[in-house]
């Protein structure tokens, strides 16, 4: 999920200032959070920050990475929980689900299949997953660009999101629960679009599913298998993998989600209610568009692929990736690119962007100008009560505005 809030600022460049006032309860409770890590001297600003919107939130588990021009440079978690009796500390290496983090990934298996395969990105999805353009005959008109830029059609708040709506669709196929990636497209498929393909820009998790099913179509490997052999094994990224819907079902190393809030369980028909993060929505099915589990540090060194020319992804393919789509630029100065929101900046390169959000999660990562980016991730998100989390932001813009002097130390190595 995207926050139309932030992407009106988010990588421009400009940041307001924060009010720091006197020492105060929130303060002792913010210099109280258990930490663990590395955090060098220069880069103090964004440790304080992080602690003060933690605090603010009353997040218990979170993570920081921060990096320039290929280095790591800051790698930082935060808060602790309870596993199997014993307190646990949140490591740099912890592993949080990303939510919509997961489209740059997604994105770039896309691009790089097209890049070895010679496979053209404006190719027509219908006749490569079979999909019948009966109920809707612009569904023709839908290619893997429109897909991945979310331009195929599909406007959730005209309709819905299927990627949360699995009683629905369950129901109306007849079917029993949990559904999978092949009930939710044979349910979408037998209906209309919403508009035109390529006529608007509409964030669709859905295009993303049918995106990776693309993937393993043309490939003949698994969604996940392709990633990791195309994309992270060429850069020695090991730890992430697709997450598990359940609590009893997490990694060792994952931390657990907190929310307020319960829902009907998706993950089978006892009708049961569970929390939000456990079993309200299907991880699963999520896969391409929001359902990897990662470290801060994980993804700023994924970052680093989108620098330049690599044994991932060629220079001809990253401009493909942060290219403008057909519509253009939207009214906010961005643009979203393949699995990115992009923007020009004040130096003449591009910041690029994404935040994530489900039930127990919220992420952001940005890559800005001067070679500088950086990764935060929490187990929950904004909900009724909480102070707005999109002002992470602006918060670590201003952390970076007020680095005078960078370390060069790289701990990089540290953790791969």
């Known amino acids: 999920m995207i926050s139309r809030r932030r992407v009106l600022q988010a990588g421009a460049g400009m940041v307001p200032a924060l009010v720091l006032g006197t020492r105060s309860a929130a303060a002792e409770a913010a210099a109280a959070i258990p930490v663990t890590g590395v955090v060098p001297a220069q880069l103090a600003g964004f440790d304080a920050a992080m602690k003060t919107y933690i605090t603010e939130r009353n997040i218990s588990c979170a993570q920081l990475a921060v ?45 790089r299949l097209a890049q070895d395969e010679n496979i053209d990105l404006n190719a027509k999805v219908a006749p490569i997953l079979g999909l019948s353009t009966t109920a809707d005959s612009r569904l023709a008109d839908v290619t893997l660009t429109r897909l991945l830029q979310h331009t195929g059609g599909w406007d959730r708040t005209t309709t819905y999101d299927p990627l949360f709506h699995d009683a629905t669709i369950a129901a109306s196929l007849g079917t029993y629960l949990p559904i999978d990636r092949e009930d939710i497209m044979k349910y979408v498929t037998g209906r209309k679009l919403d508009f035109a393909p390529g006529t608007k820009y509409v964030y669709s998790n859905y295009g993303y599913l049918l995106a990776a099913r693309v993937l393993e179509e043309i490939s003949g490997m698994t969604y996940q298998t392709y990633v990791q052999k195309r994309l992270l094994d060429p850069i020695g990224i090991t730890r992430l993998r697709l997450g598990r819907s359940l609590r009893s079902q997490a990694y060792a190393t994952e931390v657990p989600y907190v929310s307020q809030y319960t829902s009907k369980s998706v993950v089978d028909d006892s009708g049961a209610t569970v929390p939000s993060p456990y079993g309200g929505f299907s991880m699963p099915n999520q896969g391409a568009n929001g359902g990897w589990l990662a470290s801060a540090v994980d993804l700023v ?105 960078w370390p060069t130390t790289d701990l990089t190595p540290n953790y791969f």
């Open 301 to 405: 060194k994924w970052g680093f692929v989108f620098d330049g020319a690599g044994p991932v992804l060629d220079a001809a393919s990253i401009s493909k990736v942060f290219a403008q789509p057909e519509i253009g630029v939207q009214p906010g100065g961005w643009w979203y690119g393949l699995g990115w929101q992009v923007r020009n900046n004040n130096v003449g390169t591009l910041n690029t962007w994404h935040n994530g959000s489900l039930p127990g999660t919220f992420s952001f990562f940005a890559r800005i100008q001067n070679g500088v980016s950086y990764c935060a991730i929490f187990n929950r998100r904004e909900e009724t009560g909480t102070p707005d989390f999109d002002t992470i932001d602006p918060i670590l813009g201003q952390a970076t505005g007020a680095v005078t002097t």
């Open 67 to 111: 990096a320039k021009n290929g280095k790591i440079l800051l790698a930082r978690g935060y808060g602790s929980y309870v596993q199997n009796g014993a307190t646990v500390a949140v490591q740099p290496t912890s592993l949080f689900r990303i939510a919509s983090l997961s489209k740059s990934l997604t994105a770039a298996a896309l691009t």
